[in-house]
């Protein structure tokens, strides 16, 4: 690892750790959806409508702008829409 910066080390090690935890969420995910289809969608229609009212009317992640809430809010929520239909894809 000699031509890798420290600062780029510390970030590929948090991408690392990202992706690690990103497959563990992914097996979890699957796991639900091929036991209780229909709660784990549920279970995650329910996160998708709190995250909406947290990062928009709660002002969840206070540090970032208005603006910036908006664009985190969006992609939270494109980010679990995604997930049901990634996984009812890996399902069949």
């Known amino acids: 690892m000699d031509d890798v910066s420290p600062e780029r080390a510390v970030m590929i090690r948090l991408r690392a750790r990202l992706a690690v935890v990103e497959r563990a969420a992914w097996f979890g995910l699957v796991q639900a959806m ?37 664009m985190l809010g969006a992609e939270v929520d494109a980010g679990l829409a995604g997930l049901i239909a990634d996984a009812k894809a890996e399902l069949g």
């Open 34 to 70: 091929r036991t209780q289809p229909a709660e784990t969608e549920a279970y995650l229609a329910a996160e998708r409508a709190k995250c909406a009212e947290g990062f928009g009317q709660r002002g969840w992640a206070a540090d970032l702008t208005e603006a910036e809430r908006r």
